[in-house]
């Protein structure tokens, strides 16, 4: 007789989770914000910043590194590879990496990957599982033409922060969240604050009242 399989209570416990990076490129605002957009949609978050990230927070924000650590769920050091979004039995629902400087995306576009960050966004690919990619770097040679050419034929998402004049921005702030929201969009996430063509602004509303017959 075959035995009998025991369950395992906390097997079935299904959480979502999502891969936050931040590189070192200009624009680290958009990697605090998602990390604060999370627990407002229920996402588990699993954090890792490069050395140079941390040199980036610095610069532009008031904040210390630890205390962007300290708004997410699970803060791992980029020399980690043994952490578990190192690995693709841990699963996640994807990565965004924000911002995602020409080192990073050059990195997970060879393959050669040097740092948790990089490896877990590798592994994001290999997994099938969505990796968005808010590059920053203007204007772009043909070198990085060619690598984000590359990184799209692998599966992933390249979504560089552009402004969305159309939703009519008061503050640096209101930019940063439609991004944040787009890039939570492409995942199947819906966070309120993003303003939407035909719904929440009046100029892409259509008339569509019957006519009169």
Not at 98 to 103: E, G, H
Not at 165 to 186: K, N, T
């Amino acid at each position: 007789m075959a035995a009998k399989l025991q369950e395992n209570p906390g097997k079935n416990r299904a959480k979502t989770r999502l891969v936050v990076g931040i590189s070192g490129a200009s624009g680290v605002a958009y990697g605090i914000r998602l990390l604060e957009a999370l627990p407002e949609l229920g996402i588990e978050s699993h954090l890792v910043i490069t050395r140079p990230g941390e040199m980036t927070i610095g610069y532009e924000t008031k904040l210390k590194p630890r205390d962007v650590a300290g708004k997410a769920d699970k803060a791992y050091a980029v020399e980690d590879i043994a952490a578990p979004i190192a690995s693709g039995s841990f699963k996640t629902a994807g990565m965004i990496v924000a911002p995602a400087s020409v080192r990073t995306w050059s990195e997970i576009a060879t393959g050669v990957t040097t740092n948790l960050l990089t490896r877990a966004a590798d592994v994001t690919l290999k997994e099938r599982r969505p990796l968005i990619l808010m590059v920053r770097e203007s204007p772009l040679h043909l070198g990085h033409l060619r690598s984000l050419a590359q990184l799209a034929e692998m599966g992933a998402i390249i979504l560089p922060p552009m402004p969305a004049f159309y939703a009519e921005p008061q503050a640096i702030s209101d930019h940063v969240d439609q991004m944040v929201g787009r890039a939570l969009d492409l995942l199947g996430y819906d966070w309120p604050l993003v303003k939407r063509w035909g719904e929440d602004l009046a100029k892409g509303r259509r008339n569509t009242r019957a006519k009169k017959t």
